[in-house]
């Protein structure tokens, strides 16, 4: 018979890729624990962590069709949940956590909620414009779902001390409340030499609308392109690109790659000489982490971003990469700019740092022996 303890590892919308970090944490732990993943609704593409998931809205159709429909399914979901007699729910997102939280209650198990970001801020109704009554309502739903969350859970844990902040303004209880940065796998990520050849690369890895700045960051590119010959590469979709591009028209050195494999971002970031995320104020809500900043310097690429939200919480100003004022686009440009012509001595001396302090302090192996703690603790 087996032994180890059962944890239900809950969610609303599972898709893999990119949401890694509900499954790894998991898959490091199997050893000390058995784990089952319960989805509202699921798109699995990549099952190499070998976690098994539940999937609530098993009936035909595309994701979207079907996450339309998982509101009907939170019902399943529970009995799914306590079918499988666990001895510690581990919702992540405090949205869409009421099928967690009755199972918890049922089986009278601690809960433990992670907040990673948008489920914090949906209940500070800080939106910068009018909302139509269809995002009020769902707002809202959001809203109560999270403070539900706030009040089952016996451990709350925020992917920043800047999400931590923000959730206590929106009624969590600090007594709860622990910072757990999610980590990043540093055996994946991890520095290979790269043929360089040509001009230094700029890279972007994110969504192209205004929460992420990438405007910000074509901006000082074009500035720096004619005393500073680079490579800008913009990895990810969204809204902005036919924007960025005809702000791009006739700039060939510019490129957009597109919605890349998680392999492909991987290479593309290896062959950088840095990575930008200009992360800012949008639509009321600030970068919770920002988990890139972690990966590329974990590959030995030193980073540039804004102090924003959670980002400075994810790298060593001057050591590993640096922060600039938020919106500052003309600190911006200088900080590429320097570390364009960083002499090749202190540049490699950033990258071992990088990586160091990756590895060191935010490796998926640390954050796992941390939540390995949080467990014990509660399930005693």
């Known amino acids: 018979m087996d032994s180890r303890p059962r944890i239900a590892v809950t969610t609303g919308a599972l898709r893999v890729p990119p949401t890694y970090f509900v499954l790894q944490h998991a898959a490091l732990l199997a050893d000390s624990y058995e784990f089952e993943v319960f989805a509202r609704v699921a798109d699995i593409r990549d099952d190499s962590q070998g976690v098994p998931i539940y999937d609530a809205t098993r009936v035909g159709g595309s994701f979207g069709r079907r996450s339309r429909a998982s509101l009907l399914f939170g019902g399943a979901q529970t009995r799914a949940i306590s079918r499988f007699e666990p001895a510690l729910v581990h919702q ?144 990810g979709e969204g809204h902005l690109r036919p924007e960025l591009e005809r702000a791009t028209a006739g700039s060939p050195h510019v490129t957009f790659a597109g919605r890349l494999a998680r392999d492909e971002v991987r290479e593309v970031m290896r062959g950088a000489h840095a990575l930008v995320l200009p992360t800012q104020l949008s639509e009321g809500r600030r970068e919770a982490a920002g988990l890139v900043l972690l990966e590329a310097q974990a590959l030995g690429v030193p980073v540039v971003t804004y102090a924003s939200g959670g980002a400075p919480e994810m790298l060593r100003d001057g050591v590993t990469g640096l922060v600039v004022g938020e919106r500052d686009i003309a600190a911006l440009t200088d900080a590429i700019r320097q570390l364009l012509e960083l002499p090749s001595a202190e540049y490699r001396r950033m990258s071992v740092q990088a990586r160091d302090f990756v590895v060191r302090e935010r490796s998926l192996a640390a954050s796992a022996a941390e939540l390995d703690t949080h467990y014990r603790e509660l399930i005693g």
Do not use: C
């Open 92 to 235: 992540h997102f405090g949205t869409w956590s009421e099928p967690a939280i009755v199972a918890a209650r049922r089986a009278e198990v601690p809960m433990i909620t992670t907040l990673h970001g948008y489920d914090v801020f949906a209940g500070l109704g800080a939106a910068a414009e009018p909302r139509s009554w269809p995002r009020r309502l769902g707002d809202n739903t959001r809203a109560r779902s999270t403070q539900a969350a706030y009040a089952m859970s016996s451990r709350l844990l925020a992917a920043s001390r800047y999400l931590a902040d923000r959730s206590v303004e929106g009624g969590a209880d600090a007594g709860k409340l622990r910072v757990h940065y999610q980590g990043v796998d540093t055996d994946y990520f991890r520095p290979e030499p790269v043929p360089q050849s040509g001009e230094p690369g700029i890279v972007f890895v994110g969504a192209l609308t205004e929460l992420k700045g990438p405007g910000d960051l074509v901006r000082a590119s074009l500035s720096l392109a004619p005393r500073l010959p680079h490579r800008l590469v913009l990895v």
